[in-house]
């Protein structure tokens, strides 16, 4: 029978206590009191002791484990000084629910006592242990208290280890009393009643470049901070192979087809070979991990190429305690000639040209280098090579094409004795859209018709317009054709009238297009064409955007910080496939912001595999998404043509990011399967988001969310729809002609293609969110009617004074509503989160959804269940009923976002809210109630003269507010 859940708190000892107050010889006690929902316990007392050491134990009873995130931990350090046996208080701990962990992953933490006052000179720290467990086999302090065996459970004493302790933070081992490791992370688990607990992030406290990190700042660093401060500093041997020249000839037809072969214990790196060259040239680096190398000497082979053995050529051996380190912005190694020797260490002919040193993954080599931690089989294909490297992408910058297709004159039917029943098809790469059919009394048919194509930069297609004219039932003829070069079309950055122009329309010849530009008729079309630069093209959900800037550079703002991200490592990964009979993966990362896309080097063979690379971008919004997604590669086994399988992805939302924090936490990540939501592993990482300008900042949240040309221009939401899939398109095509190619899949995955589907999951939970922001008001309506109903006289009595103050003093009202939600986002400040939010699993209904609702949701679209009408009728109703979800999703947004005004989500948002009102409330006490309503009254009804077509400041701000849709699966 499992037992009640409970809280355990060991209170170790405390440090550097402040000196007991007066003179003389007055002796003095310390004690602990430690007080949880109600229940209070404290520790024995330690006499005359400023570094008193308790080690005891108490037990919290946790009666609904639900509601453990509303309730935190005080312990109060006190001092009881005689004579007169007084009590004061020398500070205290305040503990919320992100430090209570399972008792596997509890640290002891030196906690710094807060101040008892403002104006006090509190010091010390006070060393906790507090963990959650569930053994029946401990009584809580309560139940020990109340059958008058009031027994401690004692921990063993570490005493040399505590007096001194190394560092700030420490481990106690609490079965031997020996010398204490270094610090480990420090796990910190919500168990909030929206997220399993399993299912959490945790966070960690690693040695980074820049010194250990514990809550968000670096305690220690022994070394200046590099460059690489969020990740930790990983030491390679790098041998660059350049040449080599005079080499023996091995066959008896005097060639030779030589390569390189580098080996350091059971690791070997391989050139390849040059066929018929005694002076052949590799400039190749090869990189391997120090940690991993269990030899003193390296061995530089160079063999020759053999179809059945290869031969020995010669050999150049390395003591590796006489490298050098490299340290950057040092100059790179330069390599130099090395005489070949043979098996007995003698001369031969022969020279090979090497550089071999020390240095970290801040080396240039390092990105290019073979790693012996990212190594394939000697056998595999140099494309399969190329598919393991580390890698930076740039997305192409996209533009909107709009041709304005007005009318067309002079056309000749195919039939002379009819008139055309025409239409216009245009087409830009694999986009094609036509207008409506116009059956007109005259051979000169008007349309006045939008199309809207999607363009990336350098613009190499054509628009390719051509009016059909239908001859018969599915029977089109092709009537003129024009061809225009997109590097021809204006671009234009606001809604200024493009000139319209006549295109002669040139004779439908498919084989010879030079003939086809040199035969014009009579026959003309009418069009503008431009491209758009004041909008900014839609590649990713809405919901997840990256960037919000228009596509014309000339309207870009200044960045207002800088983000940077270090990919540590992974733990606990499930294994994807199976190699010489166990399971293993080989993985890498891909992180996406803005136009910039990076990837990882592939980690070979590895269920743990350790990154520590490190990316930076410029931010210019903080309302936008930074996204990384963890993929395995299966490109190295079975071919290229696999599809490398997501493991997970992490969406962190850059204004739920306080400014010069360092985060640094571990994300489990989730991938929903047919067969349910599934933990493949936990992403370890590093963020920092440094802000250059908190003015231009704190000023775009009074900007609109999307540029001017949306609103004056405003698309469809059918528009969007449709030129975000082409551009969804575009991006693929592009970033998967680059060397390692981004494929299909994983692009798809980052910018959530498929989010817009049906699914019945996702619009449960929407109604859940919706029923979530309105349960503030259930709750107000059963309050009032509590106090209708006299539940609590004393409530009853207060709300009756208040009312009638109100009543008899109106203008009291507004400023007394602004003053209320001031002080609520004040007293909101202490419950803030700690760390940005991630994907939640009951908050997305993973595990409230069957297995034939995750069937329809992972069927493809359209559906490929028989008969053909339900085919039909069935795509029919999952299209309607993703708009339906849309919108129900977009209202819970809305009062979301309402929400998140004074939940300190959004810090920078919320202190903007919270000062507002705390003007507003000054304002309307010295304002006349008369004026503000006048004044309200005749600004709500003002000319049309002074109305924008922009949204004003405060609706910008509200729709940069922050909604739940960052925890979506």
Same mark, same amino acid.
């Given at each position: 029978?499992?037992?009640?859940?409970?809280?355990?708190?060991?209170?170790?000892?405390?440090?550097?206590?402040?000196?007991?107050?007066?003179?003389?010889?007055?002796?003095?006690?310390?004690?602990?009191?430690?007080?949880?929902?109600?229940?209070?316990?404290?520790?024995?007392?330690?006499?005359?002791?400023?570094?008193?050491?308790?080690?005891?134990?108490?037990?919290?009873?946790?009666?609904?484990?639900?509601?453990?995130?509303?309730?935190?931990?005080?312990?109060?350090?006190?001092?009881?000084?005689?004579?007169?046996?007084?009590?004061?208080?020398?500070?205290?701990?305040?503990?919320?629910?992100?430090?209570?962990?399972?008792?596997?992953?509890?640290?002891?933490?030196?906690?710094?006592?807060?101040?008892?006052?403002?104006?006090?000179?509190?010091?010390?720290?006070?060393?906790?242990?507090?963990?959650?467990?569930?053994?029946?086999?401990?009584?809580?302090?309560?139940?020990?208290?109340?059958?008058?065996?009031?027994?401690?459970?004692? *921990? @063993?004493?570490?005493?040399?280890?505590? =007096?001194?302790? &190394?560092?700030?933070? /420490?481990? !106690?081992?609490?079965? %031997?009393?020996?010398?204490?490791?270094?610090?480990?992370?420090?796990?910190?688990?919500?168990?909030?009643?929206?997220?399993?607990?399993?299912?959490?992030?945790?966070?960690?406290?690693?040695?980074?470049?820049?010194?250990?990190?514990?809550?968000?700042?670096?305690?220690?660093?022994?070394?200046?901070?590099?460059?690489?401060?969020?990740?930790?500093?990983?030491?390679?041997?790098?041998?660059?192979?350049?040449?080599?020249?005079? *080499? @023996?000839?091995?066959?008896?037809?005097? =060639?030779?087809? &030589?390569?390189?072969? /580098?080996? !350091?214990?059971?690791? %070997?790196?391989?050139?390849?070979?040059?066929?018929?060259?005694?002076?052949?040239?590799?400039?190749?680096?090869?990189?391997?991990?120090?940690?991993?190398?269990?030899?003193?000497?390296?061995?530089?082979?160079?063999?020759?190429?053999?179809?059945?053995?290869?031969?020995?050529?010669?050999?150049?051996?390395?003591?590796?305690?006489?490298?050098?380190?490299?340290?950057?912005?040092?100059?790179?190694?330069?390599?130099?000639?090395?005489?070949?020797?043979?098996?007995?260490?003698?001369?031969?002919?022969?020279?090979?040209?090497?550089?071999?040193?020390?240095?970290?993954?801040?080396?240039?080599?390092?990105?290019?280098?073979?790693?012996?931690?990212?190594?394939?089989?000697?056998?595999?294909?140099?494309?399969?090579?190329?598919?393991?490297?580390?890698?930076?992408?740039?997305?192409?910058?996209?533009?909107?094409?709009?041709?304005?297709?007005?009318?067309?004159?002079?056309?000749?039917?195919?039939?002379?004795?009819?008139?055309?029943?025409?239409?216009?098809?245009?087409?830009?790469?694999?986009?094609?859209?036509?207008?409506?059919?116009?059956?007109?009394?005259?051979?000169?048919?008007?349309?006045?018709?939008?199309?809207?194509?999607?363009?990336?930069?350098?613009?190499?297609?054509?628009?390719?317009?051509?009016?059909?004219?239908?001859?018969?039932?599915?029977?089109?003829?092709?009537?003129?054709?024009?061809?225009?070069?997109?590097?021809?079309?204006?671009?234009?950055?606001?809604?200024?009238?493009?000139?319209?122009?006549?295109?002669?329309?040139?004779?439908?010849?498919?084989?010879?297009?030079?003939?086809?530009?040199?035969?014009?008729?009579?026959?003309?079309?009418?069009?503008?064409?431009?491209?758009?630069?004041?909008?900014?093209?839609?590649?990713?959900?809405?919901?997840?955007?990256?960037?919000?800037?228009?596509?014309?550079?000339?309207?870009?703002?200044?960045?207002?910080?800088?983000?940077?991200?270090?990919?540590?490592?992974?733990?606990?990964?499930?294994?994807?496939?199976?190699?010489?009979?166990?399971?293993?993966?080989?993985?890498?990362?891909?992180?996406?912001?803005?136009?910039?896309?990076?990837?990882?080097?592939?980690?070979?063979?590895?269920?743990?595999?350790?990154?520590?690379?490190?990316?930076?971008?410029?931010?210019?919004?903080?309302?936008?998404?930074?996204?990384?997604?963890?993929?395995?590669?299966?490109?190295?086994?079975?071919?290229?043509?696999?599809?490398?399988?997501?493991?997970?992805?992490?969406?962190?939302?850059?204004?739920?990011?306080?400014?010069?924090?360092?985060?640094?936490?571990?994300?489990?990540?989730?991938?929903?399967?047919?067969?349910?939501?599934?933990?493949?592993?936990?992403?370890?990482?590093?963020?920092?988001?440094?802000?250059?300008?908190?003015?231009?900042?704190?000023?775009?949240?009074?900007?609109?969310?999307?540029?001017?040309?949306?609103?004056?221009?405003?698309?469809?939401?059918?528009?969007?729809?449709?030129?975000?899939?082409?551009?969804?398109?575009?991006?693929?095509?592009?970033?998967?002609?680059?060397?390692?190619?981004?494929?299909?899949?994983?692009?798809?995955?980052?910018?959530?293609?498929?989010?817009?589907?049906?699914?019945?999951?996702?619009?449960?939970?929407?109604?859940?969110?919706?029923?979530?922001?309105?349960?503030?008001?259930?709750?107000?309506?059963?309050?009032?009617?509590?106090?209708?109903?006299?539940?609590?006289?004393?409530?009853?009595?207060?709300?009756?004074?208040?009312?009638?103050?109100?009543?008899?003093?109106?203008?009291?009202?507004?400023?007394?509503?602004?003053?209320?939600?001031?002080?609520?986002?004040?007293?909101?400040?202490?419950?803030?989160?700690?760390?940005?939010?991630?994907?939640?699993?009951?908050?997305?209904?993973?595990?409230?959804?069957?297995?034939?609702?995750?069937?329809?949701?992972?069927?493809?679209?359209?559906?490929?269940?028989?008969?053909?009408?339900?085919?039909?009728?069935?795509?029919?109703?999952?299209?309607?009923?993703?708009?339906?979800?849309?919108?129900?999703?977009?209202?819970?947004?809305?009062?979301?976002?309402?929400?998140?005004?004074?939940?300190?989500?959004?810090?920078?948002?919320?202190?903007?809210?919270?000062?507002?009102?705390?003007?507003?409330?000054?304002?309307?006490?010295?304002?006349?109630?008369?004026?503000?309503?006048?004044?309200?009254?005749?600004?709500?009804?003002?000319?049309?003269?002074?109305?924008?077509?922009?949204?004003?400041?405060?609706?910008?701000?509200?729709?940069?507010?922050?909604?739940?849709?960052?925890?979506?699966?």
């Amino acid at each position: 029978m499992i037992g009640h859940l409970k809280l355990g708190v060991d209170v170790i000892s405390a440090h550097n206590l402040p000196p007991k107050e007066g003179h003389g010889n007055t002796s003095f006690t310390t004690f602990v009191e430690l007080s949880l929902d109600g229940q209070k316990f404290h520790t024995t007392t330690k006499p005359n002791d400023l570094n008193p050491v308790w080690n005891e134990s108490f037990y919290f009873t946790i009666s609904d484990p639900s509601t453990l995130h509303n309730h935190s931990l005080h312990a109060y350090v006190y001092r009881n000084q005689s004579p007169g046996n007084s009590k004061s208080l020398l500070g205290k701990i305040s503990l919320n629910e992100t430090s209570f962990v399972p008792h596997s992953d509890a640290l002891v933490f030196n906690y710094p006592l807060e101040k008892r006052t403002v104006f006090s000179h509190t010091r010390g720290e006070l060393g906790l242990k507090v963990y959650i467990t569930n053994d029946s086999s401990i009584r809580s302090s309560s139940e020990v208290h109340n059958s008058k065996s009031h027994t401690f459970h004692h *921990l @063993p004493r570490a005493e040399n280890s505590m =007096s001194n302790p &190394p560092t700030k933070y /420490v481990e !106690i081992n609490e079965l %031997k009393s020996e010398p204490l490791l270094p610090p480990k992370p420090i796990a910190m688990h919500s168990v909030s009643s929206m997220q399993p607990f399993e299912f959490a992030i945790k966070e960690t406290s690693p040695f980074l470049g820049g010194g250990r990190v514990v809550g968000g700042r670096v305690v220690r660093a022994d070394k200046p901070v590099s460059t690489y401060d969020l990740v930790e500093k990983m030491y390679f041997l790098f041998v660059r192979v350049v040449k080599a020249r005079d *080499l @023996p000839s091995m066959d008896l037809t005097g =060639s030779l087809d &030589p390569y390189v072969e /580098v080996k !350091i214990g059971n690791y %070997k790196g391989i050139t390849r070979h040059v066929e018929k060259n005694q002076n052949p040239y590799w400039n190749l680096v090869f990189a391997f991990t120090k940690d991993r190398m269990q030899a003193t000497i390296m061995e530089v082979e160079v063999k020759d190429k053999d179809l059945i053995k290869d031969d020995f050529v010669g050999i150049v051996r390395f003591d590796l305690n006489e490298v050098p380190i490299r340290v950057p912005p040092d100059s790179p190694l330069a390599p130099e000639w090395y005489r070949l020797e043979d098996r007995t260490r003698e001369k031969i002919k022969g020279e090979l040209m090497l550089a071999v040193w020390y240095g970290t993954q801040v080396d240039e080599a390092f990105s290019d280098a073979w790693h012996s931690d990212a190594a394939i089989p000697v056998d595999s294909t140099t494309a399969a090579s190329a598919v393991i490297r580390s890698k930076v992408y740039q997305a192409p910058r996209l533009w909107y094409l709009r041709v304005n297709i007005v009318e067309a004159q002079d056309l000749v039917s195919m039939e002379r004795n009819r008139l055309p029943d025409v239409y216009v098809k245009a087409q830009v790469g694999n986009q094609v859209m036509r207008t409506k059919n116009v059956r007109s009394g005259t051979f000169n048919p008007l349309w006045n018709e939008d199309l809207m194509f999607v363009a990336a930069e350098p613009f190499d297609d054509h628009l390719v317009l051509s009016v059909e004219e239908r001859v018969g039932q599915g029977k089109d003829e092709t009537i003129g054709r024009v061809i225009i070069p997109l590097s021809t079309v204006e671009k234009r950055a606001d809604d200024r009238i493009i000139h319209s122009r006549w295109f002669n329309l040139e004779k439908p010849v498919i084989i010879d297009l030079d003939q086809l530009k040199r035969e014009k008729f009579s026959s003309k079309i009418h069009l503008r064409v431009c491209l758009d630069g004041g909008y900014h093209v839609l590649d990713e959900s809405t919901h997840y955007s990256s960037d919000l800037r228009p596509t014309d550079k000339q309207l870009w703002r200044p960045p207002i910080g800088v983000l940077e991200l270090g990919i540590l490592n992974a733990v606990g990964l499930h294994p994807m496939k199976t190699r010489e009979g166990k399971g293993t993966s080989d993985t890498f990362c891909v992180a996406k912001y803005g136009h910039k896309w990076i990837r990882t080097r592939t980690i070979v063979d590895n269920l743990s595999p350790k990154y520590n690379e490190q990316y930076t971008w410029e931010v210019f919004d903080p309302s936008t998404v930074l996204t990384i997604g963890v993929f395995d590669n299966s490109q190295l086994d079975s071919g290229l043509n696999n599809k490398d399988v997501e493991i997970g992805k992490v969406r962190i939302r850059i204004s739920t990011l306080e400014t010069g924090r360092i985060y640094t936490h571990s994300y489990p990540l989730l991938v929903l399967k047919p067969s349910g939501v599934k933990k493949m592993g936990e992403l370890h990482m590093a963020i920092r988001f440094s802000c250059t300008s908190f003015a231009n900042m704190l000023h775009i949240y009074s900007r609109p969310l999307l540029p001017k040309m949306h609103y004056v221009r405003p698309l469809s939401v059918m528009q969007l729809d449709m030129l975000r899939r082409q551009a969804v398109t575009i991006v693929v095509a592009r970033l998967g002609r680059a060397e390692p190619p981004l494929r299909k899949e994983v692009v798809e995955y980052m910018t959530d293609a498929d989010s817009h589907l049906w699914s019945m999951r996702k619009s449960r939970a929407n109604f859940f969110r919706l029923v979530s922001v309105f349960s503030g008001l259930f709750a107000a309506r059963k309050w009032l009617g509590d106090v209708c109903m006299w539940r609590n006289p004393i409530t009853t009595v207060l709300v009756h004074v208040l009312y009638l103050m109100l009543a008899c003093l109106p203008e009291l009202i507004l400023p007394t509503f602004f003053l209320y939600l001031f002080l609520i986002g004040i007293w909101n400040f202490r419950y803030r989160a700690r760390y940005p939010p991630h994907m939640n699993m009951r908050l997305s209904q993973a595990e409230a959804a069957n297995a034939e609702e995750l069937d329809e949701e992972f069927d493809m679209f359209p559906t490929s269940r028989d008969p053909e009408v339900v085919r039909m009728r069935y795509d029919r109703l999952r299209s309607m009923a993703g708009r339906m979800q849309t919108v129900l999703g977009d209202v819970a947004s809305q009062g979301e976002r309402v929400q998140s005004l004074l939940s300190w989500r959004d810090p920078r948002a919320t202190s903007i809210f919270v000062t507002f009102c705390l003007g507003t409330a000054v304002f309307l006490y010295v304002t006349p109630f008369q004026v503000i309503v006048a004044f309200w009254g005749m600004y709500m009804m003002r000319h049309p003269r002074f109305r924008h077509r922009l949204p004003s400041a405060p609706v910008n701000f509200f729709r940069r507010l922050s909604a739940r849709t960052d925890s979506m699966l």
